[in-house]
């Protein structure tokens, strides 16, 4: 079974750049997650799609963060303008509610480094 | 904010038990305690869950104390590809899926 995938999984821009990053999560899997963690502390949730609906971006700083869920599969993260304080990695994951049981499945993240 | 609380970091020499604790006393009778692991330069991986018995899969052993006020995770055998950092968490199974909410961890470090 294939994992989920994200790219690039490197970025270096300069402040007040935009950048983007894509996902595809594992087949079949309806919930897809985004999570930003900074270097020495845990994941934290951005955005949760549930198919190609938010289910919760509470912690999706909106004014310059966006993203969306194409067609319920693939999806893409933006960040425009970028500022230093997004340096971290972006993780994608995926999950399904197979026998009842919600098991999250991440991706190997995009480190974004802001100049 | 995380609702656990653990070591931040500990060792374990190679080939021994790695008996990682997590203190989760506020813990409400719906929550599970998830555990999951991050090796350097990866995405957290998931291990076990449980929800008050004992669980054991290929990965590890979670022992949940009876008042579920705390739990342990055990890694049997550890080996140096066990070196990560090991997130221990609380969430609501509803039958829906939902966020986790990833403490500090604790980074335990596997030594020949």
């Known amino acids: 079974e294939a994992g989920v995938a994200q790219s690039p999984r490197y970025k270096i821009i300069e402040k007040r750049q935009s950048v983007a990053f894509w996902c595809n999560p594992i087949?079949?899997?309806?919930?897809l997650y985004w999570y930003q963690q900074i270097l020495g502390q845990g994941p934290k949730l951005l955005i949760q799609f549930q198919n190609n609906g938010v289910v919760d971006d509470s912690q999706l700083p909106k004014d310059r963060f966006s993203a969306e869920r194409l067609k319920g599969v693939d999806s893409t993260l933006k960040i425009q303008p970028a500022k230093l304080e997004d340096s971290a990695v972006y993780l994608c994951a995926s999950s399904s509610l197979a026998g009842g049981v919600d098991t999250q499945y991440f991706g190997p993240g995009t480190r974004l480094t802001v100049l | 904010d995380a609702k656990t609380t653990q070591p931040t970091s500990m060792d374990c020499a190679e080939g021994r038990a790695a008996n990682l604790p997590c203190n989760h006393s506020t813990i409400s009778g719906n929550e599970y305690v998830y555990w999951y692991r991050q090796i350097h330069s990866q995405g957290p991986q998931y291990i076990i869950h449980?929800?008050?018995n004992n669980e054991t899969n290929e990965m590890a052993s979670l022992i949940i104390t009876e008042d579920r006020k705390s739990s342990t995770l055990i890694l049997p055998h550890a080996t140096l590809r066990d070196t990560a950092v090991y997130y221990c968490i609380v969430r609501p199974y509803s039958g829906n899926t939902g966020k986790l909410i990833f403490g500090q961890g604790t980074t335990l470090q596997v030594k020949p």
């Open positions: 449980g929800l008050k």
């Open positions: 087949s079949g899997h309806a919930t």
